[in-house]
């Protein structure tokens, strides 16, 4: 290997090694800076002691964010920086070790704890969350550790005994969680996107509050320092609690931690290098009593913040499902409201009052919704959503709303009741659909289904047309004939009156007859909609083979009818039913066609079902039904037929669907096949519209 393909190689390495050792490094230098702020801060007599220590919160900061597998090279590289600061106040080495490996068990335990317990960020986004972080750094963590802590000022030489020094280390360590922990968790544990959504006026505002702080602390603690014997007044310590809240409830977790930390630093400091606070000339004492008053400050102060957060969290996360609510139902053409009954309050969202036709922040109430409905539908409407009040389950309706530019909207409804404890309801809420394109889709298919039909008659009058014209013959001779003969009667000398007579009556009925005729065809051949009506079927039967009479002389059918007495009407559209029982006879003619005649006998019946039905059936005793057929024959253009269509099944049965009813096409036991269908009786849902 050559020196230059070595060196090519050791470059990448030592690219990532510096990477590595990258973080370790920072977070060393942040370990000695820590240290040395706390110095600069103060110390107690003994020139070691720091009360306030941010190296072990340091180190916790940097072994959360660094993967556990990394972890002992943080602590390495902590060990120098540590050395660097202890030399500098004259630490010998025994302490000095002691004191290094309960930072580093106090950042480990801690940052273990919780990596473990709190996983998520926020990290002190919620109040328990915020419980949990001071319950284990503030509280648990220090008192452990502070049993090998309180060695390092005995294994120094200096006096005091060991319980005074568990306090201290206890004190100083759980301040330092309680207020650089949560500004390194808050200020740096977030996303920057969350900072950069701080506008300029919040930053004025924030350091306005921070500079108000230092001002307030520093004249609060001087004004009371040194006044404990004459008329010291513990009130002036709060003088900066207004403040600090103002800081939690502005800017949440950030702002509270971030107050405590300046009020801690300055009263410290004060304390440490200037007079005495609480008691005269005992340092030591002044500053475990205002550690004890900062750590009674700092536990509720964050927990409040970190509870303003979470409201804070819970409100922009309903505000956003409810705005994506919105969304979807507004894409959906979906208009959400709610009706208060006790006030008559309306509330309803912006794509609701445009289908109403009014503008997106129009004022709203129960008058103008009532208003925009179509007055035909207006009552039946108010009635489904009071309904809705008072039954127990969703109601849905659908009615028409007029626009202001005169146009029609149809929405259906579905309205529900809210109930309050005593289950009584105190509001009704809904959503309207817009439904008009389906309702437009649906008239469009109504009017196809009804053209299509009519093609169909025609088609059948087609069919028919040669029997039609010979049905129409007899009657025009026989007007021929008696005309010719009224003539010569005429003709005679002495004309016979009474035979005249007759032979002019005989005119007038044939006469009617071929007008029956006419009549019957031009009524089937109408395409206009009628309104639906009480249909007696034995006489629609009956016309229907009034229809086919010629056809069925003509191909040599006989036609049974066996009409059940006294049935009740059926209602709907009479010329489409007798279309139906049209196609099933000439369906039958045609199964028929190679049956001997002897056996040629088409049986039409009607009856009453139970459950209210009543039934039309045509009975052949053809081949039946095939395989294919049974399975097909309802499919539009599936035919057996040379010359078939395949259309008079499929027709029928939307027909007869249309009318609430049922088309049936089985095989008979006696051979041949039974077509049928059933009918409501009286359906009032109009089935031809
Ligand atoms: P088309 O009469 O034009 O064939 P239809 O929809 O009326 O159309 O009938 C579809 C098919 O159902 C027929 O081609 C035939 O095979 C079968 N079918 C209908 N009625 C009968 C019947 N009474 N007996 C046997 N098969 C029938």
């Given at each position: ?37 706390a110095?600069?801060?103060g ?15 340091i ?13 002992w ?55 328990k969350?915020?419980a949990?972080?001071v ?59 969350a ?40 009130a ?5 609690l ?23 630093v ?12 609480f ?12 550690q004890?008053?900062l750590?009674?400050?700092a ?5 409040l ?11 922009a ?25 006790a ?7 912006a ?33 489904a ?25 149809w ?10 404890d ?40 087609g069919?028919?047309?040669?029997a ?23 003709a005679?000398?002495s ?11 005989d ?5 009617r ?34 229809l086919?009479?010629?056809e ?27 279309q ?7 369906n039958?003619?045609d ?36 395989r ?26 939307t ?35």
């Amino acid at each position: 290997m050559t020196a230059i393909s070595h060196s090519r190689q050791s470059a990448p390495r030592l690219a990532s090694a510096l990477l590595v050792a990258r973080g370790p490094l920072v977070g060393a230098l942040a370990y000695l800076i820590g240290a040395e702020s706390a110095f600069l801060v103060g110390t107690l007599s003994d020139q070691i002691f720091a009360p306030f220590w941010p190296p072990n919160v340091i180190l916790f900061g940097a072994l959360l964010l660094a993967p556990t597998s990394r972890w002992w090279l943080y602590i390495l590289a902590a060990l120098p920086a540590h050395v660097i600061a202890e030399l500098h106040v004259g630490m010998a080495p025994l302490p000095m070790a002691v004191a290094f490996a309960t930072n580093c068990a106090i950042a480990l335990i801690s940052a273990f704890a919780v990596r473990r317990l709190v996983a998520e960020a926020p990290r002190l986004g919620t109040l328990k969350k915020a419980a949990i972080y001071v319950l284990v750094t503030a509280l648990v963590s220090p008192a452990v550790v502070a049993l090998g802590g309180a060695f390092v000022p005995i294994l120094g030489g200096a006096e005091g005994n060991y319980l005074i020094a568990w306090t201290q280390w206890f004190l100083s360590n759980s301040l330092g969680f309680l207020t650089l922990g949560p500004i390194f968790l808050t200020w740096f544990g977030e996303s920057p996107r969350a900072w950069s959504m701080f506008s300029t006026a919040r930053w004025v505002e924030a350091a306005v509050i921070a500079a108000t702080l230092v001002v307030v602390s520093a004249l609060a603690f001087h004004l009371a320092a040194g006044t404990v014997e004459v008329g010291f007044m513990p009130a002036l310590l709060y003088a900066p609690l207004p403040l600090i809240l103002w800081a939690a409830l502005r800017f949440g977790e950030k702002g509270a931690s971030g107050a405590i930390l300046v009020v801690t630093v300055v009263l410290l400091s004060l304390a440490l290098n200037h007079s005495s606070l609480f008691v005269a000339s005992d340092p030591e004492r002044n500053v475990v009593a205002l550690q004890i008053f900062l750590i009674a400050l700092a536990v509720p102060v964050l927990l409040l913040g970190a509870t303003i957060d979470e409201v804070r969290r819970a409100e922009a996360a309903t505000r956003e499902s409810e705005t994506r609510m919105q969304f979807a139902a507004a894409s959906a053409n979906i208009g959400l409201w709610s009706f208060e009954r006790a006030s008559g309050r309306v509330w309803a969202t912006a794509h609701c009052r445009s289908l109403l036709g009014l503008a997106p922040d129009a004022p709203l109430s129960r008058e103008i919704m009532l208003q925009s409905m179509h007055p035909d539908d207006r009552d039946a409407a108010v009635e489904a959503m009071r309904s809705a009040a008072y039954a127990g389950e969703d109601v849905t309706h659908e009615f028409r709303l007029l626009l202001p530019d005169g146009g029609v909207r149809w929405v259906r409804v579905r309205a529900r009741a809210d109930r309050d404890d005593t289950g009584a309801p105190f509001r009704v809420s809904g959503v309207f659909i817009d439904i008009t394109s389906v309702k437009v889709a649906e008239q469009e298919a109504d009017m196809q289904r009804r053209e299509l039909a009519h093609l169909m008659r025609v088609s059948v009058m087609g069919e028919l047309s040669g029997a039609m014209a010979h049905e129409l013959n007899q009657p025009l001779t026989a007007i021929l004939s008696n005309a010719e003969a009224t003539r010569l009667l005429l003709a005679r000398p002495s004309p016979d009156l009474a035979e005249i007579g007759d032979a002019v009556g005989d005119i007038v009925q044939e006469s009617r007859r071929a007008g029956d005729v006419i009549a019957r065809l031009r009524s089937l051949l109408k395409k206009d909609a009628r309104p639906p009506e009480q249909i007696d079927l034995n006489a629609l039967t009956r016309s229907s083979l009034d229809l086919l009479h010629s056809e069925l002389i003509a191909r040599r059918f006989r036609a049974e009818l066996r009409l059940a007495p006294d049935l009740p009407p059926a209602f709907g559209d009479a010329v489409q039913l007798q279309q139906v029982v049209l196609n099933l006879v000439m369906n039958a003619m045609d199964a028929m066609a190679a049956t001997p005649l002897p056996q040629r006998t088409i049986t039409i019946d009607t009856r009453l079902l139970g459950a209210g039905a009543l039934e039309v059936g045509v009975l052949d005793r053809g081949p039946g039904l095939g395989r294919t057929a049974q399975a097909r024959a309802f499919e539009p253009f599936f035919t057996t037929k040379p010359e078939g269509l395949g259309l008079g099944l499929s027709i029928c049965s939307t027909i007869v669907g249309a009318h609430g009813g049922q088309l049936a096409l089985v095989n008979d036991p006696d051979g041949g096949a039974r077509a049928s269908f059933s009918l409501p009786v009286r359906h009032m849902a109009v089935a031809a519209k």
